[in-house]
C-alpha cells in the first residue's frame, strides 16, 4: 500500500506520511515518559533552567577543545540554532586561558545561491554569525587559527577533506521543525522517490552537498532569524551530511523549545529510541549511530494538548 501524501507539502517526503498511529503515540508522551526513552546508545538528558541548558551546551565545546594537542587535533561541529552558547563559549575559552591551537571547527551549513555560498555580507550568513557571536571574541593568542575553522563552500571537497585533517569529539545541532539536523531536509518526492522515501542506508550515504529545502525549512529560518520575511531566506543552503556526522564521536541534539514544536520534540526521541528509522524524518536516522544524546529544557518541552489561540 502507497505512503500516504504530505499534509504540508504533497510533493515532498516529511513526517506526516507516517502511519497517524505512530505520530499520535508520539504526542502522547509524557514528560516522565521522554525520560525513560534512554538506551544504550542514546541517552535522554533534561534541563531545568536555560542558564543551565546552555552552559553545558557551551561546555560541551570547551571538553572538546581542551582534548586537542599536536599529535591528536580535535574539533567539533556546530550549528547556528541554536545560537545562545556562542558567547558563552568564548567567554569561558577567555577565562580558562584555553589556547586552541591545535583544535578545530566545522561550521554545519551555509546558505546556497546563483551557484555559490553566500557571502558573510549577508543577512543571513552562518559564517557570520559563527564569527561575530564566538570566535572574533576570542582573545587573539589564544583563538584556534583561521585553518582550523572549516565553513561548507559550493566546493565541497575541501570541507569533506577538512574531516581528515582532526577527531570530531562531537556534533552538535538543534532539530529544525521539518525533524532535521543539519539541513538534512527530508527529499523531494520525485523519480526513483515517488513512491518510497530513500532507505535509511542510501540517505547515510549522503554527504557534504548543496540541497535543496523543504518549504517548512524556509518558513522556520524567517520565522527564527529573518522576522517572518520568507523572501529573504535561499531555498537552497550546503549542508554536512550524514556520512560526516557518522565520523563524530557523538552527536548531541539540543531542543530549548525554540527550533522545534512539542510534537517534533517528542515524534524524534520516540522513534530514535525505538529504532524506527525512516529517511522521511531525517533526525530518525541517528538511531543506528552509537552515541546520540538529546538535550532538552524541561519548560520547552511543552505538551501537544488542543489549545486554541
Known amino acids: 500500500m502507497p505512503r500516504k501524501l504530505s499534509h504540508i507539502a504533497p510533493d515532498w517526503w516529511d513526517y ?5 498511529d505512530l505520530i499520535n503515540d508520539a504526542a502522547r508522551l509524557s514528560l516522565s515518559d521522554m525520560e525513560q526513552l534512554s538506551r544504550p ?3 535522554v538528558v533534561f534541563y531545568d533552567t ?3 541548558f546552555y552552559l553545558a551546551e557551551a561546555l560541551e565545546y570547551i571538553s572538546a577543545w581542551k582534548q586537542a594537542t599536536a599529535d591528536n587535533p580535535v574539533g567539533i561541529c556546530g550549528p547556528i540554532g541554536p545560537t545562545e552558547q556562542l558567547p558563552l563559549v568564548s567567554r569561558l575559552v577567555n577565562e580558562l586561558g584555553l589556547s586552541l591551537k591545535h583544535a578545530h571547527f566545522w561550521g554545519m551549513d551555509e546558505w546556497y545561491v546563483d551557484g555559490k555560498e553566500v557571502s558573510t555580507d549577508h543577512p543571513l550568513s552562518f559564517e557570520r554569525a559563527d564569527r561575530e557571536l564566538c570566535f572574533n571574541r576570542i582573545s587573539k593568542d589564544l583563538v584556534m587559527p583561521e585553518e582550523n575553522l572549516h565553513f561548507p563552500a559550493a566546493d565541497v571537497q575541501p570541507y569533506i577533506d577538512s574531516w581528515k585533517d582532526a577527531r570530531c569529539a562531537v556534533m552538535q545541532g538543534g532539530q529544525g521543525d521539518i525533524k532535521h539536523w543539519a539541513f538534512n ?4 518526492r520525485e523519480g526513483k522517490y515517488a513512491d518510497a522515501p530513500p532507505s535509511p542506508e542510501e540517505y547515510r550515504e549522503l554527504g557534504t552537498r548543496v540541497v535543496e529545502l523543504h518549504p517548512i525549512t524556509l518558513a522556520q529560518n524567517a520565522r527564527t532569524s529573518g522576522g517572518g520575511n520568507i523572501t529573504m531566506v535561499p531555498a537552497q543552503a550546503i ?3 550524514p556520512k560526516e556526522t557518522w565520523q563524530a564521536e557523538k552527536v548531541s541534539i539540543w531542543q530549548a523549545g525554540t527550533h522545534d514544536n512539542p510534537l ?5 526521541a520516540f522513534m530514535i529510541s525505538k529504532g524506527l528509522a525512516d529517511s522521511a524524518v531525517p533526525m530518525s536516522l541517528l538511531s543506528d549511530h552509537p ?3 538529546f538535550n532538552y529544557y524541561r519548560g520547552g518541552l511543552g ?3 488542543v489549545e486554541m489561540h
Not at 16 to 20: E, G, Q, S
Open 303 to 305: 505538551t501537544c494538548a
Open 264 to 268: 517534533g520534540q517528542r515524534l524524534t
Open 291 to 293: 552515541n546520540v544524546q
Open 185 to 188: 531536509d527530508p527529499l523531494k
Open 50 to 52: 536555560l542558564e543551565d
Open 16 to 20: 506526516t506520511t507516517l502511519d497517524n
Open 41 to 43: 546508545g542514546f541517552k
Open 239 to 241: 549542508t554536512v551530511g
